[in-house]
């Protein structure tokens, strides 16, 4: 089955900095990777995703990066603000069975510093 | 707020004793899941529907767990015989089934569990 590591497990940040949070996952046959925020006491929330037939996608200041090749995807925010602290997960699905489930990583708790 | 809704919020039982957690998804969403978050890990998958299907189940869900999506809406994840292990936030998830490239899957806000 599939393994998801993430890096770091905590990121501090001067507002207006750039975070990059790095993952590696394991199983070849995955092909959809989402990124969730998760704000403490609430839901994770959906921010970004990609598919494994493009390398790169861009959301305004959020953008995910994908190395088919490595196994290898990273979320990159630029410009962040205090709103942006939270913990973020990515996760990648499971081809195993019927495929539809998905494997988290451990997540990262950023904080961002005014 | 059409988003997935889940009931109870927050549960405190004592050791021993049968809890029930229900979830109901996005009206047009066919496939839900239930995951289980403990503090400061990802969630973890516990079992999937495709409608009424229980087509995945994690070796995470002992026999004292049992969950059921009668007519292809809701779904109930119970546990038996509560352990202070089960100590958790039980979250359902839900997607709109496509073939080929996984679907995105939108959480519901958690049912917290505390077992004393």
């Known amino acids: 089955g599939e393994n998801v590591e993430q890096h770091p497990s905590t990121l501090s940040v001067q507002e207006g900095d750039s975070a990059v949070i790095k993952c590696t996952y394991s199983?070849?046959?995955?092909?959809?990777f989402p990124w969730y925020k998760q704000e403490l006491g609430k839901r994770p929330q959906l921010i970004i995703d990609i598919r494994s037939n493009v390398g790169e996608k861009k959301d305004q200041r959020i953008a995910v990066t994908l190395n088919k090749t490595a196994k290898h995807f990273s979320l990159h925010i630029t410009e962040t603000q205090p709103e942006d602290s939270a913990v973020y997960f990515c996760?990648?699905?499971?081809?195993?069975?019927?495929?539809?489930?998905?494997?988290f990583g451990p997540g990262t708790r950023l904080s961002v510093l005014p | 707020d059409t988003g997935v809704s889940q009931d109870p919020r927050h549960k405190i039982t004592k050791r021993g004793q049968n809890v029930t957690f229900r979830c109901d998804p996005i009206s047009e969403h066919n496939r839900l899941y239930w995951y289980r978050q403990t503090l400061g890990q990802g969630p973890e998958f516990l079992t999937y529907f495709q409608n009424e299907a229980q087509l995945e189940k994690s070796r995470l869900l002992s026999d004292r767990f049992s969950a059921e999506r009668p007519k292809g809406s809701f779904s109930t994840l119970e546990i038996q015989r509560t352990e202070q292990g089960d100590s958790a936030m039980y979250l359902c998830?839900?997607?709109?089934?496509?073939?080929?490239?996984?679907?995105?899957?939108?959480f519901g806000e958690g049912s917290w569990l505390t077992v004393v």
């Open positions: 996760a990648a699905n499971n081809r195993d069975n019927y495929g539809q489930n998905f494997v």
């Open positions: 199983d070849s046959a995955s092909n959809y």
């Open positions: 998830a839900s997607s709109l089934g496509r073939t080929g490239f996984g679907n995105t899957i939108y």
